[in-house]
């Protein structure tokens, strides 16, 4: 293991700051958005758009009124489909922002004749041109999902919008048309048919063109998702996979998340050296890594510059989940970034552990009862199980699971039995009967990580519902009983969420705020399962080690905690397919990183 983290007076290197709001590029997406909401009031609304020039152009004929709307209403809604992108300095947007203006500058100009309505478009074109340096950010990586989103936003907006525009015209409608009678004109409209509702004069065709404005840009902007040159989200390649491999052989027994960072649905940056890595995945536009960088200690600084530097390009907003005391005095020291306290990891010295005593009276009552109602427990290594049972001990795990998405990111390896990981631990539990179901005796799954060479740390927790509560406690006191002949000192459990606040906030004389702040976290614990995980974990009598999360400022903490529950499962943005229909998953790769892993540990 390499010595101590290199001191900032070690290495004259230049410190890399985290992409610092850019004050410019805040302001122009504020702007952006103001402009497109008067674009859109001033394609709506009638009192909005009077003017005296107004009034006498509508009596002339072939007005271009109804065009002018249309356009007026389509600048607006891009414009603030825009702003976002324009906030986080994307090129794209700003490409598409430059040509906007001036077709909003017109319509404001032709539609309702009005000088500052257009001067005010060309006053945000003008800063945009000025400072186009600023806005170089590189596309974010994105799927065929994105257009199944688009439609369905879009269309919901439309809608909404829609029925505004129809009720816009209060004094020029004729009859008093139902609810009913206005959405369906607002349906006819995005498809470019006249609906039931009539109006006096030339509104009919304003109206007729800002729906069908609005319904072109819906297909346009999904046509455009659904065809553009798609970016697939990163994940590892054979070769980054090989080399994570080779770190984690030679460092690996630093950090227990160490082996997480396999997960191949994510991407990696490396040092310049190549002796040390970050692993992340981008959500809603935050790059998440977790845990600590992977490799030498002393090449941390290069792979975390890196990291920061690929946030910068694509004006991503840099965290990290669950790094350790060490790898946040790293990162904060590097980047400038600050670090708050998460949660507790708990970790078990097996050396250490015993069924003896009355603190562990109820595990041992509850391990003694289950041995006795018949159940046996086999804790081996994922190479010493033979290919049909690992067949159908994965089959079980995905029946299982009880949710319809895999939860998991920081502390999750997100598959089971794939011949690389040879070195995984897995416990099970057993017991025979009458009636065997379609996985034969098997009743309950553990799934541990390797953590050095000595060590393993928990990925995977799973049961068969009919069976007798408990095998999740039988089933890691039989992998810390196993543990001495596998030659593992340590198992490392399941982290808990803000376990000093709820330690703290139960004992006698705790203030006000942390007691009102312990109930939110168990008003929470309905959802998250934070309180539950702290006092099963507690069970074991572990040792605590902290865990920190790394941002950039406190108000990227909301977005960073929502990236964070899509990356672990709990929220999902995704439309959800029947079970029939999705994905197989996929085949385990050859067995090639095992033998690069024996190469390395024979050389």
Request: glycine share 8%.
């Amino acid at each position: 293991m390499s010595g101590e983290v290199p001191s900032r007076s070690s290495r004259a290197r230049r410190i890399v700051r985290g992409p610092r709001p850019e004050a410019v590029p805040a302001l122009v997406g504020r702007a952006c958005a103001i402009v497109g909401v008067l674009d859109i009031a001033a394609g709506v609304f009638p009192r909005f758009r009077h003017s005296r020039m107004h009034a006498m152009a509508e009596v002339l004929p072939g007005s271009l009124g109804p065009f002018a709307a249309a356009l007026s209403l389509s600048a607006g809604v891009l414009l603030l489909l825009l702003a976002h992108g324009l906030k986080r300095r994307k090129r794209r947007a700003w490409r598409a922002a430059v040509a906007l203006l001036p077709a909003g500058a017109v319509s404001q100009f032709v539609y309702r004749h009005s000088v500052i309505g257009a001067l005010i478009s060309l006053a945000l074109f003008v800063p945009l041109v000025i400072h186009r340096d600023e806005f170089k950010a590189l596309p974010d990586p994105r799927s065929r999902w994105r257009a199944l989103a688009n439609f369905v936003l879009m269309s919901a907006g439309s809608l909404a919008l829609g029925l505004i525009i129809v009720s816009a015209h209060p004094k020029r409608t004729i009859g008093d048309p139902s609810l009913a009678d206005r959405l369906t004109h607002v349906l006819y409209g995005l498809f470019g048919f006249e609906g039931p509702v009539d109006y006096e004069g030339s509104t009919s065709w304003t109206v007729a063109f800002s729906l069908g404005a609005l319904g072109l840009i819906t297909a346009v902007t999904t046509i455009y998702l659904a065809f553009r040159p798609e970016h697939p989200a990163a994940h590892l390649t054979v070769e980054d996979e090989t080399r994570l491999r080779a770190l984690l052989v030679k460092h690996g027994a630093r950090d227990s998340l160490g082996h997480f960072a396999l997960r191949r649905d994510k991407a990696v940056v490396f040092s310049p050296s190549g002796k040390a890595a970050v692993t992340y995945r981008v959500v809603s536009g935050v790059m998440l890594a977790s845990g600590d960088p992977i490799g030498d200690v002393e090449a941390w600084p290069g792979a975390i510059e890196r990291f920061m530097d690929e946030a910068k390009a694509h004006s991503w907003t840099p965290a990290v989940m669950g790094c350790s005391e060490t790898g946040g005095e790293v990162w904060t020291r590097e980047t400038g970034l600050d670090a708050l306290e998460l949660g507790d990891e708990a970790v078990v010295d097996v050396a250490d552990f015993s069924l003896a005593g009355r603190a562990m009276r109820n595990v041992r009552q509850m391990v003694k009862r289950i041995e006795r109602a018949g159940y046996e427990t086999r804790v081996r290594r994922i190479r010493d199980v033979g290919e049909a049972e690992l067949d159908r001990i994965r089959r079980a795990a995905e029946d299982w699971r009880g949710t319809d998405t895999e939860r998991g990111f920081s502390m999750a390896l997100g598959r089971i039995g794939d011949p690389a990981d040879g070195d995984c631990l897995i416990a099970t539990a057993h017991k025979a009967d009458d009636t065997p179901g379609p996985y034969g005796d098997l009743k309950a799954i553990l799934h541990f990580v390797p953590w050095g060479t000595d060590g393993v740390s928990l990925d995977l927790m799973r049961r068969d519902r009919s069976a007798d509560p408990g095998m999740n406690e039988l089933l890691i006191v039989a992998a810390l009983q196993a543990a001495p002949k596998l030659a593992i000192t340590r198992i490392s459990l399941n982290f808990a969420m803000f376990r000093s606040a709820l330690a703290r906030g139960e004992k006698i004389g705790a203030g006000p705020v942390l007691r009102a702040w312990r109930g939110l976290l168990v008003f929470l614990s309905r959802w998250f399962q934070i309180e539950s995980l702290y006092k099963f974990n507690a069970k074991f009598q572990p040792r605590w080690e902290p865990r920190f999360v790394v941002y950039r400022a406190s108000g990227d903490l909301p977005r960073i905690g929502f990236a964070a529950m899509q990356a672990e499962g709990f929220v999902s943005l995704a439309v959800p397919l029947p079970r029939f229909l999705r994905r197989r998953p996929a085949a385990p790769r050859p067995c090639a990183h095992s033998i690069a892993e024996q190469e390395v540990r024979a050389a």
